[in-house]
């Protein structure tokens, strides 16, 4: 059973709508991270908070929007999405977000944008 | 920049026969590695990761890796494949964001496992 927890499972949203993704993870990690997978792709990074720090992929577009509350908690704001956004987002933490440090998944969110 | 190359897209085994899903590296510097599982409509499980400790890792559910310097390989083994293992296998390399000190994984493109009856 993995330790970061994702709601909702699965997301349906028009591409006038503003949703959010949640994440929590109870490890102590001071990490946090956003990856997109495409069906039958691996994943790629969009974000990642290390000790509050993010650091983006500059090739994420800017209706995606990430949120860490804290350092259990972190959010991912969606507005104006296209179709093409459709995939699987997984949130994942590390310990100290350092080179290195072993990277846990949740289960991931399914969006599918209409 | 470091990179991975996974073998084979997809690999097909008998129940019961040995399972070798194949990874390459490229570094610089010595890496980490990683091989993680997901099963059909799920997230990334981790089966084993190098750490430089030791050159053979033992993962879960029967898995292990070699990690071989001088072929720059970390292939996945299993002694006899079980019906459960089917499942889409990623080999990752640890390296550091661009731009930035945080950590990040750069995967291999995946092998679908196939077992058959």
């Known amino acids: 059973d993995t330790e970061v927890t994702q709601t909702p499972k699965h997301l349906v949203m028009g591409m006038t709508n503003k949703k959010s993704l949640k994440c929590e993870q109870h490890?102590?990690?001071?990490?946090m991270y956003w990856y997109k997978q495409k069906a039958k792709k691996p994943p790629e990074l969009m974000f990642v908070?290390?000790?509050?720090?993010?650091?983006i992929n500059e090739s994420v577009p800017s209706r995606f929007s990430p949120e860490c509350p804290n350092s259990s908690l972190l959010n991912l704001h969606l507005h104006a999405l296209q179709p093409e956004d459709s995939a699987l987002y997984l949130c994942?933490?590390?310990?100290?977000?350092?080179?290195?440090?072993?990277?846990?998944f949740g289960e991931g969110s399914w969006l599918t944008v209409v | 920049a470091q990179s991975v190359t996974q073998l084979g897209s997809h690999v097909s085994v008998s129940e019961g026969a040995l399972v070798l899903l194949r990874c390459n590296y490229s570094?610089?510097?010595?890496?980490?590695l990683f091989w993680y599982v997901q099963y059909p409509n799920q997230g990334l499980q981790l089966l084993l990761k190098?750490?430089?400790?030791?050159?053979l890792v033992k993962g879960i559910n029967g898995f292990e890796a070699e990690f071989k310097k001088s072929e720059t390989s970390f292939h996945l083994t299993k002694p006899s494949a079980h019906m459960s293992d089917a499942a889409e296998y990623f080999c990752?390399?640890?390296?550091?964001?661009?731009?930035?000190?945080?950590?990040?994984?750069?995967f291999g493109k995946g092998t679908k496992l196939s077992v058959k009856p």
């Open positions: 990752a390399v640890s390296d550091r964001v661009r731009g930035g000190s945080q950590g990040n994984l750069i």
């Open positions: 190098y750490t430089s400790a030791a050159t």
């Open positions: 994942a933490s590390s310990q100290g977000g350092q080179k290195g440090n072993t990277i846990y």
């Open positions: 908070y290390s000790y509050e720090k993010l650091s």
């Open positions: 570094s610089s510097v010595p890496p980490y």
């Open positions: 490890m102590g990690h001071r990490a």
